[in-house]
């Protein structure tokens, strides 16, 4: 026993047979197992999700022919309310 830190396959050292954080999160990323991709799916679902429901909820968009029928109605009632004319 000469006290070496003993390491796995990898070279890692000791670090590596307690299976830290970055083995973990590697193995997660990089496995392919279907509970990491439905999982990932879940969290990418999530990150884009929460933002897209905040910002599309309140007033609901509106088709452009609904657009041109309230401009054009806006445009009628400005006309019509300075039909008098001033000249100077």
């Not at 990089?30 to 509970?35: A, D, F, R």
Request: proline share 2%; charged share 20%.
């Amino acid at each position: 026993m000469t006290g070496d830190a003993k390491t796995t396959g990898n070279g890692t050292g000791a670090a590596a047979g307690g299976g830290g954080f970055r083995a973990k999160l590697d193995h997660v990323l990089y496995s392919g197992e279907k509970k990491h991709v439905i999982a990932g799916i879940a969290v990418i679902g999530v990150i884009f999700g929460v933002p897209w429901y905040f910002m599309s909820r309140g007033t609901k968009h509106q088709s452009h022919q609904d657009y041109l029928e309230r401009a054009d109605k806006a445009r009628s009632q400005r006309l019509s309310t300075g039909s008098s004319p001033t000249t100077r």
